[in-house]
């Protein structure tokens, strides 16, 4: 379906002209005045206007900012007579895309056309892609009232702001990642990348050169140079999932990198500082595990500046029937099934199947 198009105009056969020259791409509307111009644009989705500056004693600067007001705000193009270029300037800062000196060039008006287009276009989607980021990663993206996730949440909005290093812990499948998540997107370095790393998934060999990147040549079968994820995290934030697996040597690194913000790649004595901020989690008892020397004790408390400590469902009993109609809601529309109607029998029944989907999650 074509897209619609105003040609706003005094001058019968410019009106005329342009629109056999547009009418092939575009369903076109036409008005001789301000007054016609606003009564299609009250009737019509526009995807653009082209007007002339001066029609009469009347302005096609009122069309565009009547224009510009739109919800639906259309591309705008102003047409002027040579000599009247800073008040097409004007109109610019006013809103509109660009300006054409007449007698309008249609090679040209066809080119500007598509830019203003695909220029609309790009900032939609990068508004429609900051709205989704931030719903999916807000706290609104997390489902919960309890007093225990409240109480959670009220840690975040401090903590995200600041620079500092936090520690998540809690049961597995509490919501870590989704918390660090909030903390990120919360916090001055929202715009820059979010970088998880699960350390029990990676083996102990590989896990140092994931991290911290190395060089050619570092390692028998390291071909060629590899960005770490630390790297890949600057100016955002590096969340490290299940800290309490990561091997001694990478403990030193990590602390070395916790003291003076810089790193080494493997193979590589060059020191690289980064600006990146960690958030990490476990499911394990840190405290005890340096009492046993299998954590260092200096690597816990440059860690454990921030501690926020995620409940388990079981202490969230005011958000189960919410988050079972949420997924019982998923579901159906993914199975094309109807959803059904929770009693306390069914609750009872659909309880394991909550526990499995938040575990997974």
């Known amino acids: 379906m074509k897209s619609n198009l105003l040609i706003v105009d005094d001058e019968q056969h410019t009106r005329e002209g342009l629109e056999l020259a547009l009418e092939d791409k575009f369903e076109v509307f036409l008005a001789s005045n301000p007054e016609e111009a606003f009564n299609v644009m009250e009737s019509e989705s526009l995807e ?67 830019r203003g287009i695909d220029s609309k276009n790009l900032l939609k989607e990068n508004k429609d892609l900051h709205y989704r980021l931030d719903k999916k990663f807000s706290f ?18 401090l903590v995200g702001p600041s620079k500092a290093t936090v520690l998540l812990t809690g049961d597995t499948g509490t919501g870590k990642e989704l918390i660090a998540q909030s903390i990120h997107q919360n916090s001055d370095r929202s715009r820059g990348p979010f970088v998880p790393v699960h350390c029990a998934a990676l083996p102990s060999n590989l896990l140092e050169s994931e991290l911290f990147g190395h060089e050619k040549g570092a390692f028998t079968g390291a ?12 100016q ?20 070395r990198f916790l003291e003076t913000k810089s790193i080494e790649r493997l193979g590589s004595l060059d020191t690289i500082e980064i600006d990146t901020r960690l ?38 009993g005011d958000d189960i029937k919410l988050l079972l109609d949420h997924f019982l809601s998923q579901f159906s529309v993914e199975n094309n099934f109807p959803l059904p109607h929770l009693n306390s029998r069914r609750l009872i029944f659909y ?3 909550l526990g499995l989907v938040i575990f997974a999650n």
């Open 48 to 114: 653009v206007v082209l007007t002339d500056l001066k029609m009469g004693n009347q302005s096609g600067m009122t069309v565009i900012d009547h224009a510009i007001a739109l919800k639906n705000q259309p591309v705008c193009i102003m047409m002027t007579a040579y000599g009247e270029v800073e008040v097409a300037v004007e109109a610019m800062k006013r809103g509109a895309f660009d300006f054409l000196t007449k007698p309008v060039n249609l090679e040209k008006l066809d080119l500007l056309i598509k």
């Open 140 to 157: 609104q993206g997390i489902l919960g009232k309890s007093p225990a996730l409240e109480i959670v949440l009220d840690k975040v909005k």
């Open 223 to 234: 071909s060629e140079r590899r960005i770490g994820r630390f790297e890949s995290a600057n």
């Open 236 to 255: 955002g934030t590096l969340f490290l999932d299940e800290i309490g697996e990561i091997d001694s040597a990478t403990q030193v690194k990590l602390l």
């Open 279 to 316: 958030v990490c989690a476990t499911n394990k008892n840190l405290h005890q595990m340096t009492q046993s020397g299998e954590f260092r004790e200096d690597l816990y408390y440059r860690l454990n500046v921030v501690t926020i400590e995620l409940p388990a469902l079981r202490e969230r």
């Open 351 to 353: 309880l394991p199947i």
